[in-house]
């Protein structure tokens, strides 16, 4: 199984950047994919789930509307349109895939991608 991360970089605050997470060896429409990052020094935390289907999303609440999580199964392709950027969304961005119902603690997922980094100036 492999989920790779792409699309992080350098944005300046304001900004936009479109991360994306293709997934390979896998069902994916069986999977449940969550984005977590982990800002340095700090712990992995959740940033946006959706369900198997694409019909329901959850969010932080920090990231509710500026964070849109989605996928296209036909693709095996997940990915996380971030917009309004602010120098606290610096992190590693991963993804994940699970096929359980909990998805706010890294623990609830199987798989995971190897991270992709934004960084965004002030």
């Known amino acids: 199984v492999q989920l790779q991360a792409c699309g992080g970089g350098l944005v300046q605050a304001g900004g936009s950047l479109s991360l994306s997470c293709a997934a390979s060896?896998?069902?994916?429409?069986?999977?449940?994919i969550g984005w977590f990052r982990q800002p340095p020094g700090e712990d992995r935390e959740f940033v946006a789930f959706?369900?198997?289907?694409?019909?329901?999303?959850e969010y932080r609440d920090s990231m509710k509307g500026r964070f849109t999580i989605s996928r296209d199964n036909a693709k095996n392709t997940a990915y996380l349109q971030m917009n309004s950027l602010k120098a606290e969304d610096t992190a590693v961005y991963y993804c994940?895939?699970?096929?359980?119902?909990?998805?706010?603690?890294?623990?609830?997922?199987?798989?995971w991608g190897q991270g992709t980094l934004v960084t965004v100036s002030s």
């Open positions: 994940a895939a699970t096929r359980g119902n909990w998805y706010t603690s890294p623990n609830d997922y199987y798989y």
């Open positions: 060896g896998l069902t994916f429409r069986d999977y449940n």
């Open positions: 959706i369900r198997r289907s694409g019909g329901t999303t």
